[in-house]
Structures are given as structure tokens and as C-alpha cells.
């Protein structure tokens, strides 16, 4: 499209999934919105289209249209009503669809085709249509990846060198081609209701072909000036459009610079704090010991733990990858695993003075010596159960009768000098 003066920036484009419903109507009303009084506006909508042959009714179906469901449709009345509320002087559609042809009013002769009446064929305002069949089904397959109508269409815009082209033209040198080679019979007439004056829509070549200026990009509401004179306005265009092309891709690369900048002072002020955070911890000396090693009431060795302080429990992300592992591993719902670690919650910073502790695991015997004394009974010996730890594959597994005294299960001994288990 750039041959007629079509920037890209100006152009919209539904492709595929894009092509709802929703889409299409919104795109028809940024036109109305956008389009002023002195633009022109092509619209080309290729896809679907049924037809109610005793409601002389017509439809676009979008992407999501569901067959027999005219409500999932997009109703010809409605697109005609999206023309007539543009404010360009000019709008043209073409549509490659079945039942194209309703949205059509009466036609009219149209004058011999010179510059003086291509002047005044501009100057009215149009809205003009083009369909590849009338009210019959329009066949899909063509050449060169498209359709028929859509390859002679595209053929006779790439390639035709006349400086001027309007609707009616276009449909003298494609429609009895198109005619030849597909059962369909295209239309090309001013679109009802939708407030056409009279005019068409013309397509200017920026340049006369062979030009070395040719296929440059023509201002869009610039009317029909001599070749000679379109081009010097084209090319200062042209050269503001690129001028604009190159700020914003100068204004991307220095805000992707900024945002780099910004991620790696993020990094370094968290480094920062890390290291701060190190450095407040108070520092302890181990506390001095003279004469014998201490030795506890059992009769055991302890060793004395400074002061000082530490992190308790774990990062949530730490806690969503466990939950994850142990419904992966052990078939258990969200809940379930959630509830074994939810303890883990919220990670903090705990500080401790100094104390003693035996420098060994307590064993079976020196726990029996301690029950002895204090009578004190475990949660498992309270509830009459605990968890087994299996030995094929370490899973925990809920036992009646499984205490300190047998962590193995009921009837297992357990060795007087192996560190105690299950003494919560």
C-alpha cells in the first residue's frame, strides 16, 4: 500500500484470531474516531459472510461465528451504520466474502476518467464498495496463496502505472477476469445509507512509474495534485515520518538504558544491605573456660553456645517449592502438604544468649534415666501412636503402639546407647 500513500503507522491489521467480533467493531470505530474530514479511509476484510435470502439480510462472520447462529455474526446494517459515522471524506471497502453483494444501494454512470474529473471525483465525498461476488458463494481458493478475487485485486494494485485509480476502474479490469476463472460475478457500487455525495476514493500513485522517486509514501488527505508537485509533498512527509521513526527508536534504546541502569542499582543496594545486615550482628568471643570440662547432672560433656543471632523458618518461595514436591512425591492435595510446612512461616531473625549444651545426642539410656526422674511422658506415648520413618523408601507412616521405646514399630527394640527418637 505504500505505492498510494499508505503509511504503515496508520494501518490496522486483524489477522486470524484476531479477526473477532469484538476486534473488527472496534477497529471500525477507532475509524470514526480517528479519520478527519480530509482522509480517506480503505477498509479490506476477507473471511466468511452468509446471506438470509428471504430477509435479504447479510453478514460478516467473525473468527469466533458459529454456523447457524446469526447472533454470533456481525449484521452488514451494523458496518453500514461504522461507514456512515466516519468523518472521512473518502472511504472505500473491499470485501472478499459469500453473500458480499447486500451491502450495495443503486449504482451510476460514472464520465469519462480524466485529471480534471479525477479532481472532481475527489472533492465529493464517497463511500464506495467492492465485493468478490454479489449474493452467491465466492470460492476460496485461488493462486499464489490467495483467493481469486484477492490475487487479481493485489495484481492489478501492484502492478497497474496509471498515476490515478478509482473503484469503478478497478472493477472494469479485474471483474471479467475474475469472471473467467471462478463461478462468482464481483460488485463495485456506492454502499447505501452510509451518506455517499457522489465522489470515489482515489488511489495515486506517489510518482509516475519508472520514476527514481517511485513507490514512496503519498500524504493521505492531500487531494489530487499534479505528480510534480505531490511529490516534493510527499517526500517532506516522507522525511517527517522517518524523523519521527528515529526519535522513537532513539527514545526505546534510552529507556531500555535507563531500565538497566535502574536493575543494576537495585542489585547493588541489595548487596549493600546484605552486607550491612552482616555487619550490625553483634560479635561474641567464646566464653572462657578454666579448670575441668563441664559436665552435666547425667554426667554427660556439654560445651557452652555463644550468644548471637540467626535466621528461623524458611522464604515463601522456599515453602512453594517444598508444597510442590511433596504433592509431586507423596499424592497429597495443596492442603495437605501446605500444613506441614506453614510452620516454616514467616522467616525472622531470632537472637539467643549464651548457653549450654551436651556436646553429644542424648541416647536411649540417658532418656530412660530422665523419664525415671521427672515421669514425664512424650506426645506419641500420650496419643498412643507415632510416625515410622520406613526404611525402603524413608516415607513416614502412621503406627499405633510406636514410641521412644520402639521408633520402629511395636515389638522392635531399639539399641540403649542410640540417640533418642520421637520425643516431642
Not at 319 to 333: F, H, S
Request: include cysteine; charge should be neutral; hydrophobic fraction near 35%.
Amino acid at each position: 500500500m505504500t505505492r498510494y500513500g499508505f503509511s504503515r503507522r496508520h494501518v490496522i491489521e486483524l489477522l486470524d484470531q484476531q479477526a473477532t467480533g469484538p476486534n473488527i467493531k472496534d477497529a471500525l470505530y477507532r475509524l470514526t474516531q480517528e479519520a478527519g474530514p480530509e482522509d480517506s479511509v480503505f477498509i479490506y476484510y476477507a473471511g466468511h459472510g452468509q446471506y438470509d435470502k428471504g430477509g435479504r439480510l447479510g453478514w460478516w462472520v467473525p473468527v469466533e461465528g458459529k454456523p447457524q447462529s446469526p447472533g454470533t455474526f456481525i449484521e452488514n446494517a451494523a458496518i453500514r451504520d461504522y461507514l456512515d459515522g466516519m468523518k472521512a471524506k473518502h472511504v472505500y471497502l473491499v470485501a472478499d466474502s459469500c453473500f458480499s453483494g447486500t451491502l450495495f444501494g443503486k449504482t451510476r454512470a460514472m464520465p469519462p476518467l480524466n485529471d480534471k474529473f479525477f479532481a472532481a471525483l475527489y472533492a465529493s465525498k464517497s463511500r464506495w464498495g467492492l465485493t468478490s461476488g454479489s449474493t452467491e458463494p465466492v470460492a476460496d481458493a485461488g493462486k499464489g496463496g490467495h483467493s481469486i478475487f484477492a490475487y487479481y485485486f493485489l495484481k492489478l494494485l501492484r502492478e497497474q502505472s496509471e498515476p490515478y485509480l478509482v473503484p469503478s476502474h478497478i472493477f472494469d479490469r479485474i471483474a471479467p477476469v475474475i469472471a473467467n476463472n471462478a463461478e462468482q460475478q464481483p460488485r463495485s457500487e456506492p454502499i447505501k445509507n452510509t451518506g455517499d455525495e457522489g465522489g470515489q476514493f482515489v488511489f495515486r500513485l506517489v510518482v509516475q512509474p519508472g520514476s527514481p522517486q517511485a513507490g514512496g509514501l503519498a500524504p493521505a488527505s492531500a487531494g489530487v495534485p499534479v505528480p510534480g508537485a505531490g511529490a516534493l509533498s510527499q517526500a517532506e512527509q516522507e522525511l517527517k515520518a522517518l524523523e519521527e521513526q528515529e526519535q522513537q527508536v532513539a527514545e526505546q534504546k534510552k529507556l531500555a538504558a535507563i531500565q538497566q541502569q535502574i536493575e543494576e542499582k537495585r542489585k547493588r543496594i541489595e548487596e549493600e544491605k546484605r552486607k550491612l545486615e552482616v555487619a550490625s550482628l553483634p560479635s561474641y568471643s567464646a566464653p572462657k573456660q578454666t579448670g575441668k570440662e563441664f559436665t552435666g547432672k547425667d554426667g554427660v560433656a556439654m560445651a557452652v553456645i555463644p550468644a548471637g543471632s540467626f535466621w528461623m523458618g524458611s522464604a515463601e518461595e522456599e515453602v512453594t517449592r517444598l508444597v510442590e514436591e511433596c504433592k509431586r512425591t507423596r499424592n497429597k492435595t495443596d492442603a495437605a502438604c501446605r500444613a506441614v510446612f506453614e510452620g516454616e512461616l514467616p522467616r525472622h531473625r531470632v537472637s539467643l544468649s549464651s548457653f549450654f549444651m551436651d556436646k553429644h545426642e542424648v541416647t536411649n539410656r540417658l532418656f530412660e534415666k530422665f523419664v525415671t526422674a521427672t515421669g514425664h511422658r512424650t506426645t506419641a506415648e500420650q496419643q498412643g501412636w507415632g510416625w515410622v520413618v520406613a526404611e525402603q523408601d524413608g516415607r513416614p507412616t502412621r503406627e499405633d503402639g510406636a514410641t521412644w521405646r520402639n521408633p520402629a514399630g511395636r515389638g522392635k527394640a531399639v539399641a540403649t546407647e542410640h540417640p533418642v527418637a520421637m520425643v516431642s
